[in-house]
Nanobody
Framework: EVQLVESGGGLVQAGGSLRLSCAAS????????IGWFRQAPGKEREGVSC????????YYADSVKGRFTISSDNAKNTVYLQLNSLKPEDTAVYYC???????????????????WGQGTQVTFSS
């Protein structure tokens, strides 16, 4: 059974940091790309970042470049998203998702991804 389990969300103040984790199981980790998405109330789900677990290629949305960092520990089947310099507009539920590399095309398209986690809430607190 494929599972993606996110953790690490929480309440954070201006300029604060969080590290989200996405623990994967049930598939061959190296054969997949793992993406992070977020969805704020009343907004569409948007791609935040993605990593190709085979060749390590990384993608970021312009809105998070320089502030967020994605990384992967293939030995632990876990992908991390380090969130720094958080802003109010970063408040959202953050999801990780997986797509087999043979089907991987547009990293920021939620429709590409086959498997999803349950999400973890990140809330900016002023």
């Amino acid at each position: 059974e494929v599972q993606l389990v996110e953790s690490g969300g929480g309440l954070v103040q201006a300029g604060g940091s969080l590290r989200l984790s996405c623990a994967a199981s049930g598939f061959t980790f190296d054969d997949y790309a793992i993406g992070w998405f977020r969805q704020a109330p009343g907004k569409e789900r948007e791609g935040v970042s993605c990593i190709n677990n085979s060749d390590g290629t990384i993608y970021y949305a312009d809105s998070v470049k320089g502030r967020f960092t994605i990384s992967s520990d293939n030995a632990k089947n876990t992908v991390y998203l380090q969130l720094n310099s958080l802003k109010p507009e970063d408040t959202a539920v953050y999801y990780c998702a997986a797509v087999p590399l043979v089907l991987f095309n547009i990293w920021y398209s939620a429709y590409e991804y086959m498997y999803w986690g349950q999400g973890t809430q990140v809330t900016f607190s002023s």
